[in-house]
Each structure stands twice: as C-alpha cells, then as structure tokens.
C-alpha cells in the first residue's frame, strides 16, 4: 500500500520554465490538497479537490493549476517559474471522515533560478 | 477565516525529560478538530494526535498527550520522557466541521523541537 506518492522529490527551474508535480494515492480518498511549504511561515493551502472533477483554490493560488480527472491523481501545475515559487510542495488526501487528518507525500522540493 | 498560532518558534528539552509545545486558535465554530503533526528531518508529515473538539476527554497516544481547553481556545502537546527521535518540527492544525464535507486544515508556523542527550 504505497499510499500517497510525489514525483519528483528535487527539481531545479529556471525562471520562465514550467513543470507539473504528481500526486497520485491508492487509498480511494475523495478528498486531495497541494500545500507548499516555507521556512517559518508552516503550510500554506494552494489547491484541494473534493472528488474527480471538481478543486477549488486555497489561501495561495496564483502561478498555480490543478486538475482532478480521476479520483488517484491530483497534478499541480506551474505555468511561468517565478523565485517566490521556491518552496517545499507537499500533496495530502484524506477520506470523507473529518476526524482522520490527512495522509501527506513526501514532499518535493523546488528551486526557481 | 480561523488562525492557527503557535508562539515558540523553538523549543529544547533533555531526554528523558518532559516538554509542552503551545497552541492557540481562533474560530466561531462550535464543532471542529484539532491535529498535531510531526516533521522530522526526513520531511515526511506524521500525524501524532487528535482531538475533537466534542470530546471533553483529552487525547493520548502514548508518551503523546494534549491539554484541549475549550473555552480558552487551546491544544498544547505534552511530550514526556522526551526521546532523541522526538526532535522534529511539530505543527498544530485545525479543521472546521461542516455538513457539507470535509474542510481543509488549517497549520500553524510550527515549533521546532530539540532534545538535548
């Protein structure tokens, strides 16, 4: 049971360039989330989808795209690499009990130069 | 739109010793959940509690215990008998209830724990 999976773990952008993280999870949850995090500032929301179809923004949306076309993955898309996208993108999921939190990825850290 | 504030950014403890990590947050809500999460070196984000919000019986896991007081709008982490693999960045978070579905959660910064041997 792998869980849920980011590719990849390191990239290096240049500025300008564009790029897709993957999440993938085989739990069957409904529920998906793009955080990005930076140094102090913990997790900060960019996207979620509630079920195939269907994302909504979260707290920082902008340079960002997602798309949700089956329940197992949820890609995050960076159209433009600016430097303030430098950050470390974790993907979590999470079945429709509030109570059970999120599973997360490993996490992928990104560097725009 | 709920905050969630963790005021020590950096926290140590001795092993074997015991540690309380802070959490305060704000909402309207009468129903709602509480998480605390640990990241360690590895960067991998591992759930180490929960709470809800209904429930007047603190949660445990072990050496892991939170003091959930309501009314004051606080969760703080009681870590004893501190271990060298309890050093880690740890985050509070919270979740609205709603009829609707699942809301995301909300982190604070974080607290960066050290465990001296």
């Known amino acids: 049971n792998a869980g849920v999976t980011q590719t990849p773990k390191f990239r290096i952008l240049k500025i300008g360039q564009s790029m897709t993280l993957q999440c993938t999870q085989d739990?069957?949850?409904?529920?998906m989330y793009w955080y990005r995090q930076d140094p102090g500032m913990g997790l900060k929301l960019i996207y979620y989808s509630v079920g195939a179809g269907i994302t909504d923004k979260g707290e920082v949306p902008n340079g960002y795209n997602v798309s949700r076309s089956t329940t197992e993955d949820f890609p995050l898309r960076l159209e433009l690499a600016a430097p303030s996208q430098t950050s470390v993108y974790f993907c979590a999921s999470s079945p429709d009990r509030p109570n059970y939190g999120y599973t997360f990825g490993s996490g992928t850290r990104l560097t725009v130069v | 739109a709920q905050t969630v504030t963790q005021s020590q950014p950096e926290m140590s403890v001795q092993e074997a010793e015991t540690v309380t990590l802070s959490c305060t947050y704000d909402?309207?809500?009468?129903?709602?959940?509480l998480f605390w999460y640990k990241q360690p070196p590895s960067r991998q984000m591992i759930l180490v509690i929960r709470q809800e919000a209904y429930k007047q019986q603190n949660a445990t896991e072990n050496r892991f215990s939170v003091n959930f007081q309501k009314a004051a709008k606080s969760f703080s982490l009681k870590i004893s008998d501190s271990q060298l693999g309890d050093a880690a960045m740890y985050f509070c978070a919270y979740r609205r209830y709603a009829n609707s579905g699942n809301t995301p959660l909300v982190f604070g910064k974080g607290t960066r724990l050290s465990v001296i041997a």
């Open positions: 739990m069957n949850h409904n529920y």
């Open positions: 909402t309207s809500e009468s129903d709602y959940y």
